[in-house]
């Protein structure tokens, strides 16, 4: 059983940064591949970015490559969003999720846990 927690969504400006955090409970975290899936108001959840056990694979959708970077830290539990480049569109509830597969992968019923989200607003 693993708990996720997000924190440091807010308000932003376009072109703004923010950095989410994922924390996770259980001693088995560095086994599970990690993922960030947002949701805007009046559209489906979607894939942001995933990271594999040992951080050395991350995969990202298209609309976010070369602004957001996703990380973690194995000794604290932890898995990070940085997004540099904000734009309004990408207004939405940020939530982590954690997966016993093996890779990353883009489809939400790969995902066995997730977080309750962080809210992220980005203003014009």
């Known amino acids: 059983q693993v708990q996720l927690v997000e924190s440091g969504g807010g308000l932003v400006q376009a072109g703004g940064s923010l950095r989410l955090s994922c924390a996770a409970s259980g001693r088995t975290f560095s086994a599970y591949v990690m993922a960030w899936f947002r949701q805007a108001p009046g559209k489906e959840r979607e894939f942001v970015a995933g990271?594999?056990?040992?951080?050395?694979?991350?995969t990202y959708a298209d609309s976010v490559k070369g602004r957001f970077t996703i990380s973690r830290d194995n000794a604290k539990n932890t898995v990070y969003l940085q997004m540099n480049s904000l734009k309004p569109e990408e207004t939405a509830v940020y939530c982590c999720?954690?997966?016993?597969?093996?890779?990353?992968?883009?489809?939400?019923?790969?995902?066995?846990?997730w977080g309750q989200g962080t809210q992220v607003t980005v203003s014009s």
């Open positions: 990271i594999n056990w040992s951080g050395g694979s991350t």
């Open positions: 999720a954690a997966s016993k597969v093996s890779s990353v992968r883009g489809g939400q019923t790969s995902y066995d846990y």
